[in-house]
């Protein structure tokens, strides 16, 4: 039997979830001109260029991305613009996101019994997935769905210390009533890690598709009107290999049945797709990886 939300749930914990997401600092300024800017339809590769090159930590990170081996060119890319031009601005978008939440994304989460860049790990293996399996199925916009995956649980962020300090009761719902992670968080807290996760997309402002991938990536029937975003990242969350032994909570995740029918998918299919994704993606990751 499926938990329904706690009538009992404390809504003074609730309200103090919602004042952490408003407490959240602001996104990096250089990061976010350069966003704006891959947004105008008037930019040049000269202007994101020239704004990619203020900042070096993401002007390190995209030369380091353009001459990889996974690229495969011969020639070795030298300057900021050339790099632009080979990656084109769809790639750049994801790497400057990389760039940005890598720091967030790499600290210690000790309710979630994550040591530090344990989330950071996940959140790479589940973008590179979304973006192999949004080539395999032929999502069109496969960049999408890396940046949706590499964000999708930036909620734990804000619900580690709540799900810290309800551990114990966390683990015995989890193992007696065999319910998922997010469902027990909704049923303590009124609210779970996807949805906190869009609250926080909004205080950041990013795309409003961003944030609904993020907010339904359990439940991307409730994405409207574009639920195929959602439900890869459901099924790159399901499917990504993890390394992690400290994570208790990534174990045992299974595929939202909607996500089979939102991306038009047989069932009986999806184990031979796992495992052409674990033999690919190795390539997919060396691309993104920041070190």
């Given amino acids: 039997m499926g938990l329904s939300h706690s009538p009992t749930a404390d809504r003074q914990r609730l309200d103090d979830i919602v004042r952490s997401v408003n407490r959240l600092r602001p996104l990096p300024g250089s990061p976010v001109r350069i966003l704006k800017e891959l947004d105008n339809p008037t930019t040049s590769v000269r202007k994101i260029a020239e704004l990619i090159a ?21 020639r070795e890319c030298s300057s900021v613009q050339d790099a632009v031009i080979r990656l084109g601005f769809k790639q750049v978008r994801s790497l400057v996101y990389s760039t940005m939440a890598s720091g967030p994304l790499s600290a210690r989460l000790s ?8 989330l950071w790990f996940h ?47 966390i683990m015995q719902i989890i193992h007696t009533e065999n319910q998922p992670m997010w469902k027990v968080e909704h049923h303590l807290f009124g609210v779970d890690h996807a949805e906190v996760g869009g609250f926080a997309g909004e205080h950041w402002q990013f795309p409003q598709e961003l944030i609904a991938a993020i907010r339904y990536h359990h ?73």
């Fill in 54 to 74: 203020l900042d070096q930590a993401i002007t390190a990170y995209l030369l380091k991305v353009a001459n990889s081996a996974a690229m495969g060119y011969s």
């Fill in 219 to 291: 439940s991307p029937e409730q994405d409207q009107p574009n639920q195929q975003l959602a439900a890869l990242v459901n099924l790159a969350n399901a499917l990504a290999p993890s390394d992690s032994d400290e994570d208790l909570f990534l174990v045992g995740k299974v595929i939202t049945p909607a996500t089979y029918e939102i991306l038009n998918l047989n069932p009986e299919k999806t184990p031979k797709l796992a495992e052409r994704l674990k033999a690919s993606l190795t390539n997919y990751q060396s691309r993104f990886e920041i070190t």
């Fill in 111 to 118: 309710g979630y019994r994550l040591g530090a860049q344990g």
């Fill in 123 to 169: 959140s790479v293996s589940v973008a590179s997935s979304a973006h192999w399996l949004a080539t395999a199925l032929r999502y069109p916009e496969p960049e999408k769905a890396y940046i949706a995956g590499l964000l999708h649980d930036i909620g734990k962020l804000v619900l580690d210390q709540y799900v810290l300090a309800d551990y114990n009761k």
